[in-house]
């Protein structure tokens, strides 16, 4: 087991439930989306854990939850070992400097209006980080650090293309003193030949800064060349979390098997299998028992009626399903 | 060769306001056959499909072409009335976005019926008991119930279907697939990949694939071509595309995605980004992202030249290849 340090990332329990429509006289029709459903993890200090889940999974949601940019119904998130969801507006600012965010779309993130060099810079104003000296060679750092020329600090947004506007974002993530960078779908616009340069930055990054990700993300390929853990999402619940390379190798669970077997190869005439049948169901209401019973190719009868348990797989790797549990002695299947 | 391709295009271009968004464009897609069109955002891949199409708008685009046949006809001679019966009745087209494709306020079946009695001229009962059989036929669970509902409470998924449904409503001999899975997520991608893939079989269709994932590519096309920069610049089977590409742009792409199957070190990258259309370069347009960029390169602008049987790229380094082969080529 890996106990060298405390999680830098500490997420325990975590839930969030948004009520949707209108309810009607009596509010009896409110129907609820389990976005987030009794979510565990942590993550070490260096490392990369990577979310990866298909639409209306929660992966977006959990980003958002960390940040705290959406408040959670009930759970635990500790940060370097301090209970976030407790601090107020003022402590929380204190920890926004740690912990930044980088989305999909870095058009939609920069003001149209604002200057490249001002748009970097604003955390540091909020912040109030500095002298206007100081600040503007922290801007020629940053955008060093991130492999824009220094003339770009002059630009507008619209004058760069994707990738250049991606490296905004993040020379802006890394204005203050961060940690913890939630990339959500960070290179999922951008085209190949981008995206793999932006890969690489990360990668540069976290090695030079020591800096924690948590990496959310639709994309196999991508998670299994940045990763460390990974964890499995499905309809709000962690249905998979495991060290990468157990992940690839030995998947345990059927839905993360599936994805894996769904991802074209880019080999010559070599299709992708058709390894699940039917629709993602939707998150309002989903399915009773294991939320994957409607797609599973192993479906039994327990599995419409009881949620499976956090299974032990092996070390660090857990799934939550009934064919595990029954394949191990009960003295191994334990609840996390 | 004995059979003519279903579609035949030389040297078509594109240009708006003055800036050429496609050029010298060439293909042939056969029969029942997979063409895929691969290329980077602002390639010219889509923009080309639309010009085929005769879907841009003449007063803003000006469209040339040496030919651009369709099933032994010029499409641009045709007149507009004949054009449209062609577009939807033989050439159908499909898109990323079904939602934005699809009328919001008009039940799916009833898009299906539409596209049936303008086409096929089928009388109202008749085309709806047709579309409902369409609806079966691309899989759509509960069809009967499907049927009467709007676009908005079907997934993703079942929306690409329905737009599938549309396009094959009329039997076309060619569909134009512009990014159809783009959208979707990765499980549902494999199962609308292999429904086009079954309807091709069934239907004998030619299919033109238009991706910028050579995953997808890889899989389903018999042949490819990859564009850059408004051009075709490597064209070939799918075997010589992907197991021999000798564009160092197709090299780049095809390194620059990390496999899900196995381990790599750094991601091999390409330099720099794509060029808009207003600031190409004079001699080759890769040449300044291009690893193997030489002198002559700044001079030269390479247009497609035949390598092997079928292989073709616009690049003086095959050229060079056979010319100095020994040297170049590792355990030769």
């Known amino acids: ?336 | 060769m004995a059979v003519a391709p279903l579609l035949s295009v030389r040297g078509l271009s594109v240009s708006y306001g003055g800036a050429a968004l496609v050029e010298g464009v060439e293909l042939d897609l056969m029969m029942g056959k997979t063409h895929g069109l691969v290329g980077e955002s602002g390639s010219g891949k889509s923009v080309s499909a639309m010009a085929i199409m005769r879907l841009l708008e003449p007063k803003q685009f000006r469209v040339e072409a040496q030919r651009i046949t369709f099933d032994g006809r010029e499409l641009p001679s045709l007149g507009t009335h004949e054009m449209r019966r062609v577009r939807g009745a033989e050439i159908s087209m499909i898109f990323q976005e079904p939602m934005t494709a699809l009328n919001p306020v008009l039940p799916v079946g009833e898009q299906i019926v539409e596209t049936l009695r303008v086409h096929q001229k089928l009388d109202r009962a008749t085309a709806r008991k047709r579309a409902l059989e369409m609806l079966e036929w691309v899989r759509i669970p509960a069809a009967d119930r499907r049927i009467d509902e709007y676009p908005h409470q079907l997934s993703g998924g079942m929306r690409q279907r329905v737009m599938i449904a549309i396009a094959i409503a009329c039997q076309p001999k060619l569909l134009i697939a512009d990014e159809p899975t783009t959208a979707l997520d990765v499980t549902i991608q494999a199962q609308i990949l292999e429904l086009l893939h079954e309807l091709q079989r069934e239907l004998g269709m030619g299919i033109l694939l238009i991706t910028h994932d050579l995953g997808v590519v890889a899989g389903y096309a018999d042949n490819v071509s990859v564009m850059y920069a408004g051009r075709i610049i490597e064209s070939g089977t799918t075997s010589q595309i992907f197991e021999h590409a000798l564009h160092p742009y197709t090299q780049g792409l095809l390194r620059s995605h990390p496999p899900v199957d196995r381990d790599v070190n750094e991601l091999p990258t390409i330099p720099g980004t794509v060029p808009q259309p207003h600031e190409r370069p004079n001699g080759c347009r890769f040449g300044p992202r291009c690893a193997h960029f030489r002198q002559i390169c700044d001079r030269t602008d390479p247009r497609l030249m035949g390598f092997e049987a079928r292989h073709r790229a616009a690049c003086i380094r095959p050229k060079g290849y056979l010319f100095d082969g020994p040297l170049e080529v590792s355990d030769g």
């Open chain 1, 1 to 336: 087991m890996d106990d060298r340090a405390i999680p830098f990332l500490r997420v325990s329990n975590l839930t969030k439930h948004f009520q949707v429509g209108r309810g009607g006289l009596l509010g009896r029709n409110r129907s609820v989306v389990r976005a987030v459903d009794n979510v565990s993890f942590s993550i070490a200090r260096g490392e990369t854990l990577a979310v990866v889940g298909e639409s209306g999974c929660g992966k977006t949601t959990l980003g958002r939850l960390v940040l705290r940019l959406i408040e959670a119904d009930s759970g635990q998130i500790e940060i370097a070992g301090t209970e976030i969801r407790g601090l107020d507006h003022r402590a929380m600012q204190e920890f926004r400097r740690r912990v930044q965010i980088v989305i999909q779309d870095p058009f939609g993130s920069l003001n149209p209006r604002m200057l490249i060099g001002q748009a970097i810079m604003e955390p540091l104003d909020i912040h109030s980080v500095g002298t206007a000296k100081a600040r503007r060679a922290r801007l020629a750092e940053l955008l060093d650090l991130v492999g824009l020329p220094q003339s770009f600090a002059a630009r507008f947004p619209h004058q760069l293309s994707g990738g250049q506007r991606q490296r905004v974002g993040i020379a802006r993530a890394l204005a203050l003193e961060t940690d913890l960078l939630i990339c959500d779908e960070a290179v999922s616009a951008l085209d190949v030949s981008v995206q793999a340069q932006i890969v690489n930055l990360l990668q540069k990054l976290k090695h030079e800064r020591q800096l924690t990700y948590l990496f959310i993300s639709h994309d196999m390929a991508i998670v299994r060349h940045i990763a460390d853990h990974v964890a499995v999402m499905y309809l709000g619940e962690i249905v998979e979390i495991a060290p990468k390379a157990q992940l690839f190798a030995h998947p345990a669970h059927p839905y993360t098997q599936a994805l894996l077997k769904s991802v074209p190869r880019a080999r010559v005439h070599e299709r992708p299998e058709l390894a699940i049948k039917g629709d993602i169901p939707s998150p309002i209401d989903p399915p009773s028992g294991c939320r994957f019973h409607t797609r599973c190719p192993h479906v039994m009868g327990i599995c419409r009626s009881t949620p499976p348990a956090r299974t032990t797989v092996g070390p660090d790797h857990s799934a939550n399903c009934h064919l595990l549990a029954q394949a191990l002695p009960a003295a191994k299947g334990q609840t996390a």
